[in-house]
């Protein structure tokens, strides 16, 4: 099982069963520090003008938000970590719980041998509460 968000994974093996899981914590992923958006990027916003019919219109394009990058990436590497592991034939079964941006960010970075082995899905932010809580919270 996979519990992660954009910053931390916990990769538990479910030693009980689907009702009444006791989840063993088999590996655990932390990002690196993901400084302010401000002392990351320093640049201006872009600015898109067009002119037609009716006048002119002016738009100010999004300024890049760093960590939203920076958690995409971390989904990526936890999802080719767990791509090696499924190669080596460490897990037959995943179930995923995560926060639905990264969820599917996950679903994007798995292979199809990943994704063939996916049992369930739950879109909730579970990273921050001790493992007992995530087994009281996922038990059926």
Do not use: Y
């Not at 006791?22 to 302010?36: H, I």
């Not at 989904?75 to 969820?103: H, I, M, N, Q």
């Not at 990273?127 to 059926?140: C, D, Q, S």
């Amino acid at each position: 099982m996979l519990v992660g968000d954009g910053r931390r994974a916990l990769v538990f093996q479910n030693e009980g069963s689907p009702d009444k899981p006791r989840l063993v914590v088999q590996q655990v992923f932390e990002a690196p520090p993901n400084p302010s958006t401000a002392e990351q990027g320093t640049e201006r916003p872009s600015r898109v003008v067009a002119s037609g019919e009716g006048g002119s219109r002016r738009s100010a394009v999004e300024p890049t938000d760093w960590h939203e990058i920076a958690e995409a990436r971390f989904a990526r590497d936890v999802a080719a970590a767990l791509c090696e592991a499924s190669r080596a034939g460490r897990f037959d079964k995943l179930a995923v719980v995560a926060p639905p941006k990264t969820l599917a960010e996950l679903r994007d970075a798995f292979d199809d041998p990943v994704k063939k082995k996916i049992v369930g899905e739950v879109d909730k932010t579970l990273t921050k509460h001790p493992v007992a809580e995530i087994e009281r919270l996922l038990a059926g």
